[in-house]
C-alpha cells in the first residue's frame, strides 16, 4: 500500500495535520508514526481547558488575531508547497538531462557534453539552494 512506498522512498517527511503548525519528521513513516503518537500524548498533557486562567479563553484569540495566524500560516504552507513543486521539477530536469548525457550519439559531440554539462552544473546549484531554503522553512514550522 501506499504507506509502504512512502516508507520506502522517504527520509523526511513534512506533515501537515489540521489545528496544528506543519512539522518536519526526519526518518520514515515508522518515525512520523512514533513522533505522531508521542506529540499526541503531551499535547493532551499540556493543553489548558476551559477555565483555567491564562489567555487560552480569552476573546482576542478567538477573533482577529486567530485569523491573521491562520492566514500567515496558510501563506507559509502555499509557499512550501511551490518550493517542493520547484525543488521536484529540478530533480526532474536533472534526472532527464542525465539521460541525454548517456546517449551514445553525444560521446562523439564535446560541444554538446560541455553545454549539458553546463546546464547540469547550474540546475544543482540551483537544487542546492532550494533545498536549503526547504530546510530553513521546515525547521521554521516545527
Known amino acids: 500500500g501506499p504507506v509502504f512506498r512512502i516508507e520506502g522512498l522517504a527520509d523526511r517527511l513534512l506533515v501537515f495535520e489540521p489545528g496544528a503548525r506543519p512539522r518536519l519528521v526526519l526518518g ?9 503518537q508521542r506529540d499526541s500524548a503531551q499535547r493532551a498533557e499540556s493543553t489548558p481547558q476551559r477555565g483555567e486562567g491564562g489567555r487560552a479563553g480569552s476573546g482576542r484569540d478567538r477573533g482577529g488575531n486567530r485569523r491573521e495566524r491562520q492566514r500567515r500560516e496558510r501563506a507559509r504552507a502555499r ?6 513543486r520547484d525543488i521536484m ?50 525547521e521554521q514550522m516545527a
Open 79 to 84: 509557499s512550501f508547497e511551490k518550493l517542493e
Open 28 to 36: 520514515g513513516y515508522a518515525a512520523y508514526r512514533s513522533d505522531a
Open 89 to 138: 521539477e529540478r530533480e526532474e530536469q536533472i534526472a532527464a538531462l542525465e539521460q541525454r548525457m548517456l546517449d551514445p550519439e553525444l560521446a562523439r559531440d564535446h560541444e554538446a557534453l560541455r553545454s549539458l554539462g553546463e546546464q547540469h552544473a547550474k540546475l544543482r546549484r540551483e537544487l542546492e539552494v532550494l533545498n536549503a531554503e526547504w530546510e530553513r522553512q521546515a
